[in-house]
């Protein structure tokens, strides 16, 4: 059996699909797995050992199907569930199991009407029902991140303040409502009584100088100076992590790192929360996270995605957000060391 497996972006996302390619591969250890997603995604997947064969779309989607047609496929599991799928799916004309769930009507019915109508489990558990008819179930051992074995960072890569052990914090986002404004981040790192990495990608090197200029000993701006498996590196090497709702959140849970999330104009009710492998939102049974999100105002969550400004103008739903719980949420998780932290 020949199966491929499509999710084109983004880099949460496709860490949230990991338990479903594991899982598939576990129950037909004698299939052939596929997975087509966008090139710039490819360093997430092309490490994992469930995975037989990565295809990439970059410009043309027609010339990425001309080659899937090559491969005589006997099932396609579309994750992603968009018109581009659609037109590769029809393209090859094989079985397709049927495509997940996204859930659009309860997500509107959340946004614009506040009446939360969502399922109380991850979106993990929504991926599954794709493979529902090739018997796959979730063995609930979490997601996967999958490092390079000829790769790997030394200790000359992270500043000698920092061996003892970091707080991760992702300073980045898709949207500009979906990251913790500056003001908050220094206002945290004055508060936290550990050293503290910040992460993220080129777009977010001027924000980090700004964070890191308050004290270049206790604060290292990581964000644009490593890759995306150097800085998924980096997160495997932080004892707690503080994230905004964006990638290195669900590598961070992919690690099983204590995560501590952060929500402006999203929610984790839509089932993007970290996800360990056995955890709902309401019933928390996972005890390495904690979910920071400002439930009481009237316009939150304003949008499934986000905004590059607030709609309102005001962004309490990150500007309100306390960080002297933050740091306690931290201190909380620490493993080593928790009351000297607490003096």
């Known amino acids: 059996m020949k199966v491929l497996v499509i999710r084109f972006s983004s880099i949460g996302d496709i860490v949230l699909t990991t338990p479903v390619v594991r899982c598939l591969k576990q129950k037909h250890p004698q299939a052939e797995v596929h997975y087509l997603t966008k090139v710039a995604f490819g360093p997430i997947l092309v490490n994992n050992p469930y995975i037989d064969k990565l295809f990439y779309l970059q410009d043309d989607l027609q010339e990425v199907v001309e080659l899937l047609k ?128 910040l992460l993220g990608g080129p777009d977010d090197m001027h924000e980090g100088n700004l964070i890191a200029e308050m004290d270049r000993i206790k604060i290292y701006n990581s964000c644009g100076k490593f890759s995306l498996n150097e800085s ?34 999203t929610s984790p009710e839509m089932g993007m929360f970290p996800y360990y492998g056995y955890n709902n939102l309401k019933d928390r049974i996972a005890a390495q996270s904690a979910i920071m999100e400002n439930k009481s105002l009237g316009c939150h969550p304003c949008s499934k995605l986000g905004f590059n400004r607030c709609p309102k103008g005001h962004f309490k739903c990150m500007r309100e957000l306390d960080m002297q719980v933050a740091v306690e949420q931290v201190k909380k998780f620490w493993p080593v060391g928790k009351e000297k932290a607490a003096n």
């Not at 992603?80 to 393209?91: E, G, Q, S």
């Not at 991140?145 to 200790?155: R, V």
């Not at 590196?233 to 290195?248: I, M, W």
Request: aromatic share 10%; hydrophobic share 40%.
């Open 70 to 197: 090559k491969e005589k496929y006997d099932h396609v599991i579309d994750l992603h569930n968009n018109v581009r799928t659609l037109r590769v799916k029809r393209a090859l004309k094989v079985k397709s199991t049927h495509a997940f769930p996204k859930l659009n009507f309860k997500k509107w019915l959340l946004v614009n009407l506040k009446m939360n109508m969502m399922p109380d489990k991850s979106i993990v558990e929504r991926y599954f029902e794709a493979v529902r008819p090739l018997e796959v179930h979730n063995d609930g051992k979490g997601l996967d991140y999958f490092l390079p074995t000829d790769k790997k960072l030394t200790p000359k890569d992270i500043p000698m303040s920092h061996w003892g052990g970091f707080v991760g914090c992702v300073i980045g986002g898709s949207y500009n409502t979906k990251k913790l404004p500056v003001e908050q981040w220094k206002k945290f790192c004055e508060l936290v009584p550990y050293p503290v990495m």
């Open 232 to 265: 998924a590196e980096l997160v495997k090497y932080a004892k707690v992590v503080v994230s905004n709702d964006t990638g290195l959140m669900h590598v961070a849970a992919a690690f099983q790192k204590p995560v501590i999330s952060l929500w402006g104009n």
